[in-house]
């Protein structure tokens, strides 16, 4: 047994242990300001980087959030509706989470926001355009605004979140703005890190969700178009790793490891849920675009937008090369998962109480082109 005074000393000696700085807890990732860490590892420690989320309270700000303060980084959060970031004020220690409140039109909010950032991460987007903010606010200038500020206050990083379907060509305003506003944040500034998920999936997800609610809407198209479902948590990290590299890509793509058509994650989410597939019938595009633009102009809150459902017959990017376009996963080290893997979390809840502790059935993969794959194949293959 230590004496009260042998163990205030070995106290006092383990603070000093912990406290004591060493050359390699130094980065300087500019001319700005040394980032120093300290402290014990995990949430506790001070990493010594400080970064900005704008589009903190969204689905992926969430998780990034998370990610960023549970290693010790400061995160400031800006939002609009003091309600949208109360639960991201728990996820870092005391002081590490600093809610700011934030106007997309007010450079004055803006510049306070990333003042003392080294790092700045733009994931503000909008499926949809609304009376107050088009997609051209929003993807293009707002993000310009936002770069240029991050740029005169001197932030050496600034990552701006696109989408992989960004194209100059597109058929959609979504992905059209939103090659726009890649090109706008690196006029001014060229150095900016772009970043091109695929549509992520997750418990707050537009995908997997609003599939399981609304089937209809992913029958257009015969339910064929093809896309690269992308987990939200390897989205998130990858996002957070690039918080510590020393050298930033300029463009990072990341798709889902695999591709699938909307049927295939429709017979997914009703063979896990052991709902019966839905007996919707596809509708034609015409009937469904005029039904949406007359329902977006009659009501004040968002239905389903004539530019989502353009969206809903857009193969993603790579979908036709599935395993051979990989992305840029490497740059940051992850491995993507594949969709099966996580799915029954996000949707569980759409079983039945009777089903509810089922066993997990996966449906059999259509096209399996990968070897290390092929155990997705069997109808039977239970968790
Ligand atoms: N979800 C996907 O599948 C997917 C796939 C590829 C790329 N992306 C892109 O990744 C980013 C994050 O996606 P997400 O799913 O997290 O989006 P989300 O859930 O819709 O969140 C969007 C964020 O942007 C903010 N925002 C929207 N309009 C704003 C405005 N006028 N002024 C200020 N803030 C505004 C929202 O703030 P409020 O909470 O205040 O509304 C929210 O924090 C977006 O740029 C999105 O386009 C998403």
Redesign the pocket.
């Known amino acids: 047994m230590l004496s009260a005074k042998a163990s205030l000393v070995h106290a006092q000696r383990a603070a000093i242990r912990q406290s004591k700085r060493a050359y390699h807890d130094l980065v300087v990732p500019s001319e700005k300001k040394p980032v120093v860490s300290a402290g014990p590892p995990g949430r506790s420690a001070v990493s010594g980087h400080v970064a900005t989320v704008?589009?903190?309270?969204?689905?992926?700000?969430r998780y990034l959030v998370h990610k960023l303060a549970k290693t010790g980084t400061q995160v400031i959060v800006p939002?609009?509706?003091e309600d949208?970031k109360r639960h991201l004020k728990v996820m870092g220690d005391l002081g590490q989470v600093v809610p700011l409140e934030?106007?997309?039109r007010n450079d004055n909010q803006t510049a306070e926001c990333v003042r003392h950032s080294d790092i700045v991460y733009n994931?503000?987007?909008?499926?949809y355009e609304t009376k107050?903010?088009g997609f051209e606010?929003?993807?293009v200038t707002?993000p310009q605004r936002m770069a240029h500020i991050a740029r005169e206050s001197g932030v050496p990083r600034f990552i701006h979140?696109?989408?992989?379907n960004a194209s100059p060509n597109s058929s959609s305003i979504f992905y059209r703005t939103?090659f726009e506003g890649e090109n706008a944040v690196r006029d001014v500034f060229p150095d900016a890190t772009i970043v091109?998920?695929?549509?992520?999936y997750g418990y707050?997800?537009?995908?997997l969700q609003n599939m399981a609610v609304w089937p209809i809407w992913w029958k257009l198209n015969n339910a064929a178009t093809k896309i690269r479902p992308v987990h939200v948590m390897d989205v998130a990290q990858a996002l957070a790793n690039l918080e510590r590299m020393d050298a930033l890509p300029q463009i990072m793509s990341l798709p889902g490891p695999s591709t699938h058509t909307y049927a295939y994650l429709l017979e997914l989410i009703s063979t896990l849920t052991y709902n019966a597939p839905s007996g919707a019938p596809t509708l034609p595009k015409s009937l469904v675009l005029a039904a949406a633009g007359l329902l977006q102009r009659a009501l004040f809150w968002p239905t389903l937008s004539p530019d989502e459902i353009e969206r809903r017959y857009i193969d993603d990017v790579g979908a036709d090369r599935d395993k051979k376009f990989s992305g840029d996963w490497d740059v940051v080290g992850i491995h993507p998962d594949e969709i099966e893997r996580h799915a029954i979390a996000y949707v569980r809840r759409y079983r039945s109480a009777v089903n509810y502790a089922r066993p997990i059935v996966l449906p059999a993969r259509p096209v399996c082109r990968l070897k290390s794959c092929s155990f997705l194949l069997s109808r039977d293959y239970i968790w």
């Not at 994931?123 to 499926?127: I, S």
């Not at 979140?161 to 992989?164: D, P, Q, Y």
């Not at 707050?204 to 995908?207: F, S």
């Open positions: 704008f589009g903190c309270t969204g689905f992926l700000g939002y609009r509706d949208e934030w106007d997309i994931l503000v987007g909008r499926d107050n903010f606010e929003i993807h707002g979140v696109s989408h992989l939103k091109r998920p695929g549509p992520m707050e997800d537009k995908l």
